[in-house]
């Protein structure tokens, strides 16, 4: 838990600290919540705010939001980390707060990765939500939906803070570089080009992009008069690979191999490929990739295009035989002919169909005409009494009935008519003929 006030200013601080905004004009992005006419900038300069979670990726303000509130609130301002928090320190603070709401005081308490907290340290923050004698303003890169309590959640609004975009970026690092909180005391010389470097390898992360530019012109060359110059060379120096944003255990995950399979349904290989890449080169498991294109081949192709369960599970195995890096080739060939294939859900539809009146009708007896006879018992009973074997038919079809009678008539593979498929569709139709002019 820390108490701190908006107006310190130590020296030394990093580059991304001292840059901080200090009021809603300088915050970059965020325009849909902090724009002139936008919710959230009314609720702060009308001052009655409540608690509220924001919800976004690293470096994009949640913490310097928080403050900026508490500043123009004239809040008292409070943070708590769910690493070095327990329950003993949140109950302090909220009696503190309690004699603060007396004095006619408001306390903001900002609990940074609060997805973090358990269940218990949330429950914590509770009661004094409800009494109003704190306003909890919660930070999460995670979903709100999965990670915090419901009793919480429900008292709070979300605000979903968005990735900032390079070009936001962009305007941050040339005010770092103007501004007397940042080298506008030195004469610093860096392209834009070698800015826009900085922004893109940043990935949305504010905080990274200015941890970025205080080493380039830290390791920058200095001049006799004290001009620094950032090379390209000084850039590529300080660089390294950049790390994507990718949980392969948090929802970042769910949301790309979502994204990897709406693109290969879609038809679209250049975007399937690309979010392909996007998993493997942040370390995602081919073999998950693999397991996930093979399901795709019968989900979404099905009999449309027959080899495509071929392909995925061909790739599969040559994932499992030389592995990473290697086995790219292979889940881009895979993904490819996934896009490119003809598209049928029609086997998914129908199990789904018949998964329904499955689970219904659980109790439903199998119909004695098929059921097998292999004791002098069953045969008495009329196990298999009236059988036809269809191979015995010249069309090798018959008009036996083999769902139960309270499910005859019902219709759950209905074909599409793209690839393969329309073949399928066609002998259906003859066999469908030919039972209902045989039909005695």
């Known amino acids: 838990m820390e108490q701190a006030s908006l107006f310190e200013n130590p020296t030394n601080e990093p580059l991304a600290s001292r840059m901080r905004p200090r009021n809603l004009d ?17 609720i702060i300069e009308s001052v009655h705010i409540s608690s509220m979670i924001f919800w976004g990726p690293p470096g994009v303000g949640k913490t310097t939001l928080a403050r900026i509130i508490a500043n123009e609130t004239k809040s008292e301002f409070i943070t708590f980390s769910a690493v070095t928090s327990g329950i003993k320190e949140i109950k302090k603070v909220m009696e503190d707060a309690e004699k603060n709401k007396q004095l006619g005081m408001r306390t903001i308490v900002f609990v940074d990765e609060i997805h973090r907290f358990n269940k218990a340290q949330q429950d914590a923050f509770l009661p004094f939500v409800e009494k109003g004698s704190i306003v909890l303003i919660g930070a999460t890169t995670e979903n709100p939906s999965f990670e915090i309590n419901n009793a919480l959640l429900s008292r709070c609004r979300v605000f979903v803070l968005r990735e900032l975009s390079s070009d936001d970026i962009l305007r941050l690092l040339k005010r770092a570089i103007t501004d007397e909180r940042g080298f506008g005391a030195e004469i610093v010389n860096i392209s834009e080009e070698n800015l826009k470097v900085i922004a893109n390898f940043a990935n949305g992360d504010a905080r990274a992009a200015l941890t970025t530019l205080d080493m380039v012109v830290t390791n920058g060359q200095v001049a006799a008069d004290g001009t620094i110059t950032v090379s390209e060379d000084t850039i590529e120096e300080c660089l390294t690979k950049k790390t994507l944003l990718y949980d392969k255990n948090g929802e970042e995950h769910y949301n790309i191999i979502s994204a990897l399979h709406k693109s290969m349904r879609n038809s679209d290989p250049d975007a399937a490929v690309y979010w392909l890449a996007r998993m493997l080169e942040a370390g995602e498991d081919p073999i998950y990739i693999a397991r996930r294109i093979t399901r795709f081949a019968s989900e979404d192709i099905g009999l449309a295009d027959t080899n495509a369960l071929n392909v995925a599970i061909n790739v599969y195995h040559a994932c499992h035989f030389i592995g990473m890096p290697e086995c790219n080739v292979h889940l881009t060939e ?8 003809p598209k049928s859900n029609a086997c998914d539809v129908a199990y789904r169909l018949a998964s329904y009146d499955a689970k219904k009708m659980l109790a439903e007896p199998v119909p004695l005409v098929i059921r097998n006879a292999p004791t002098k018992l069953m045969k008495d009973l009329d196990y298999g009494k009236g059988y036809q074997f269809a191979h015995d038919s010249e069309d090798k079809l018959t008009t036996m009935e083999c769902l139960p009678p309270s499910l005859q008539g019902k219709t759950y593979y209905q074909p599409g008519v793209q690839g393969n498929e329309i073949r399928f569709k066609q002998r259906l139709e003859q066999i469908k003929d030919w039972k209902l002019k045989h039909q005695k």
């Open 26 to 42: 300088e915050v970059v992005g965020q325009t849909h919540l902090f724009g002139e006419s936008e919710l959230l900038r009314k």
């Open 334 to 341: 895979a993904v490819i002919y996934m896009s490119l294939a």
